[in-house]
């Protein structure tokens, strides 16, 4: 009899996993993503599921937030929910916060103004929200490229200090002591790493291409770099023009000594790393040679004959 009883509520229960299972492949699949405000209670959560046609029934979702005590236990933020889900994971899923994330790589040597607009095409934020807040800051310079997690539609400020607070991260006491022992500031460590960001295509370069900045800084050289000239042009360009090396900018290296009042992008830790240590070296020039390296020199008729010869 006992052993019948058991049979009849196997069978039962199978039966319901059977036909779950076959209502779930039966149903087509769309995820939404939901957005769960600050504050919001287990009813307006309800209503925001059912309205979005998540759950079927909003009592049968607040008899779960009832029975496993989490009312108050909800995070806010932007879920991607399947519709398919049961109430129970849904549940779950805002419980533990288990917020959809938008992943976004800030390339090494993007400008702030890049950022923005990749920023708005993964529709994190505003891009010109986002721009007016670095400049008002001046932090240009200072927005660490790395790769990020973000909650859609985040404010332009969360993101602008994200960014900036990776940045702060990174330079460390450190480098600040570095930068002490080469009587360079900060701001200057910056645009420097920013200059030999837009000029170095290999790693194993970047301490090269600094030793010769840093040699022209002692004398009193101009850098004569050309990222600093497209960046003053504000466009691309893949060789100079000598009306362009003449433009005139405080970003033109080529007619102001010293380094440019700020940044022309954003460096990554290795140009910052060589900036503040730069390789020993006799060399006054560099020059592409069309492969994505560079030929370096000491004396000028040097530098012109491998010029020539690009």
């Known amino acids: 009899m006992i052993k019948s009883k058991f049979r009849k509520i196997f069978v039962v229960i199978a039966g319901i996993i059977i036909i779950c299972v076959f209502v779930y492949f039966l149903i087509p699949s769309k995820e939404l993503l939901i957005n769960i405000p600050a504050g919001s209670t287990p009813r307006q959560v309800a209503k925001i599921l059912k309205d979005d046609r998540m759950i079927n029934s909003e009592n049968v979702f607040l008899s779960l937030v009832y029975l496993t005590r ?137 301490p090269l291409i600094s030793g010769v900045f840093h040699n022209r800084i002692r004398k009193g050289w101009n850098l004569e770099s050309c990222a600093t000239v497209l960046y003053a042009l504000g466009k691309h360009k893949d060789s100079l023009t000598y009306k362009d090396i003449k433009v005139e900018s405080p970003y033109n290296t080529y007619i102001h000594p010293g380094v440019p009042p700020g940044p022309i992008c954003n460096p990554g830790l290795a140009s910052i790393k060589a900036a503040l240590y730069p390789a020993t070296t006799d060399d006054m020039f560099f020059v592409a040679d069309g492969s994505g390296t560079h030929n370096f020199s000491k004396y000028f008729a040097e530098h012109n004959s491998k010029k020539k010869k690009r």
Do not use: W
Request: aromatic share 8%; proline share 4%; charged share 35%.
């Open 70 to 206: 989490t009312d108050k236990k909800f995070k806010p933020g932007t879920y991607k929910i399947d519709n398919r889900m049961l109430s129970l994971g849904i549940l779950k899923n805002i419980v533990l916060g288990n917020t959809h994330k938008t992943r976004v790589t800030i390339p090494e040597g993007f400008t702030s103004g890049e950022i923005a607009e990749l920023l708005e095409k993964k529709e994190v934020c505003n891009s010109k929200k986002f721009l007016e807040i670095v400049k008002k800051r001046k932090l240009e310079g200072y927005l660490f490229p790395e790769t990020y997690y973000f909650d859609p539609a985040t404010p332009a400020e969360n993101v602008v200090d994200i960014l900036n607070n990776q940045f702060k991260k990174i330079y460390t006491d450190d480098f600040s002591e570095r930068a002490k022992q080469i009587k360079m500031p900060e701001d200057k460590v910056i645009i420097l790493a920013s200059i030999i960001e837009k000029e170095a295509k290999k790693n194993v370069e970047r």
